[in-house]
């Protein structure tokens, strides 16, 4: 019997089981895919909104103003990427400007600091690429860039080393109540539980729905979007947001923490869960929208496109917290934008009522740290130099773009929660990101993967699942 079973091993579900590992609780998270963040919380803006345009009262505006403060100690915590490099939202027609007013207004009663209203040659002091249509910019310092990969495995690491199971490659199929909490039946095994954390994505609604009567629908709304190589990635300093619509924040377009240009993501609800193809009519729209804000933006530089999913629920807002018909389930559903940026929150908002409705005791032994995989391509050549004496692996570069060791590599797989497949191996180290999407390096880190994990060829993956890069030999 486990004290809570969370469902989803995105940001949100990680970010609520490193806030329970410090407390003496027995804790799993059950997760579909291979690793953590295989779902939305791999393919999004990577930003660490300030929190000016969520509604006032609104989940959205508390979560994601105290998740934004609390982001860059957390960075310093679990070392991972994050840099405040501010953010604008651009004004095209005069008779739009009370619309900056309006979201100026909104952030201060939401508590963020440093909002300011700018026009004029300011405007392109501070970003010499903008559309000379820009009539007026919100300025929010406090607006951030963060490495959504890395985020989420640190979250999940930090758990799992202070005691938090991980399963993976397992779906959940039903949910039960019982009489001391919930059954969760999976296709491999069944899990008691007392409390249930929903943090599944797109599929919270069909959780949520199994175990009460009052009835969630989310709907996924896919955005598609471009990467630029890092030779773009000076294009712009500050995140550059157009006025939002109904349909959310608009076409940004935005330096990454890695160097690169990100641009992106169109709005369309589709009803498939699964649906994260890009198209052409897609790319092309997002194109269109994002010289409005910079005509010469270097789309010609593009490395990659992809899309992401983002779960609206039918009331715009998050969905948080113990479900009244089903005492002991816990909602974290409809997480859609600026969920990234409210995860930190949201997990100590669900963890503090878990830990109250359990009566659990905090944990004397409980480590907040944790040190990510050394990053050759960051380091002065005395730091390397010295790595290398230690572990000569480091200094066999196996990915030319992204300048990632094998050390990097072996590092990355052996570590908690280590990487099973070429996709984890790229999320956790940065080979195969780079301007050749992993052509080079692939055959290279396969090998790296069979050799530590004791594997045979055939069974080494991109993704997990029946994603094999290869079928069989042509000769022995």
Not at 110 to 128: D, F, H, Q, Y
Not at 222 to 240: Q, R
Request: net charge neutral; charged share 25%; hydrophobic share 40%.
């Amino acid at each position: 019997m486990y004290d809570i079973v969370i469902i989803g091993a995105g940001v949100t579900g990680c970010a609520v089981a490193r806030e329970l590992a410090k407390y003496q609780l027995k804790t799993v998270v059950l997760e579909k895919s291979e690793d953590v963040c295989c779902g939305t919380s791999k393919a999004n803006s990577a930003i660490v909104h300030a929190g000016f345009d969520a509604e006032p009262g609104t989940w959205k505006a508390k979560m994601n103003v105290i998740g934004s403060r609390k982001m860059e100690a957390l960075s310093k915590e679990l070392d991972f990427p994050y840099k405040r490099n501010g953010s604008m939202v651009l004004c095209f027609e005069e008779e739009d400007y009370y619309k900056l007013e309006d979201l100026k207004k909104q952030g201060i009663e939401n508590g963020v600091e440093g909002l300011e209203i700018i026009t004029g040659e300011k405007i392109w002091e501070m970003e010499p690429n903008l559309s000379k249509n820009v009539k007026a910019m919100l300025y929010a310092p406090t607006g951030a860039i963060v490495c959504p990969f890395k985020l989420t495995i640190a979250l999940a690491e930090n758990a799992n080393v202070n005691g938090v199971d991980f399963v993976f490659d397992t779906e959940v199929k039903n949910i039960k109540k019982t009489a001391e909490g919930y059954k969760i039946e999976t296709a491999k095994d069944c899990y008691e539980t007392k409390c249930i954390v929903n943090a599944a994505g797109v599929y919270a609604d069909v959780f949520h729905n199994m175990v009460s009567e009052k009835k969630l629908s989310i709907v996924p709304r896919k955005g598609e979007y471009c990467l630029m190589d890092k030779k773009a990635g000076n294009f712009v300093s500050h995140t550059i947001f157009q006025l939002p619509t109904t349909m959310g924040k608009g076409v940004l377009i935005t330096p990454t923490v890695h160097g690169n240009l990100l641009a992106g993501p169109t709005a369309e609800n589709i009803e498939d869960k699964e649906g994260i193809n890009t198209t052409g009519e897609g790319i092309a729209k997002m194109s269109k929208m994002a010289k409005l804000s910079a005509e010469e933006i270097p789309l010609n530089m593009v490395i990659t496109s992809f899309a992401g999913l983002r779960a609206v629920e039918k009331g715009k807002d998050f969905v948080i917290g113990e479900i009244s018909d089903a005492p002991g389930f816990f909602d974290a559903a409809g997480i859609q934008s600026p969920g990234l940026s409210s995860a930190p929150a949201i997990g100590e908002y669900l963890a503090e009522c878990i830990v109250g409705k359990l009566q659990a005791e905090k944990k004397e032994d409980f480590n907040p740290r944790r040190k990510d995989i050394p990053c050759v391509a960051e380091m002065s050549k005395v730091e390397l130099k010295a790595l290398i004496e230690e572990n000569p692996l480091y200094g066999n570069v196996i990915c030319r773009c992204e300048t990632v060791t094998e050390g990097e590599i072996v590092n990355a797989i052996r570590r908690p929660l280590g990487a099973k497949s070429l996709d984890g191996v790229k999320r956790r180290t940065r080979a195969g990101m780079g301007r050749c999407q992993a052509g080079f390096c692939a055959p290279k880190v396969m090998e790296i993967l069979e050799r530590e994990l004791g594997k045979s060829p055939l069974e080494i993956t991109k993704a997990g699942g029946v994603s094999r890069l290869l079928t069989g030999k042509i000769k022995e």
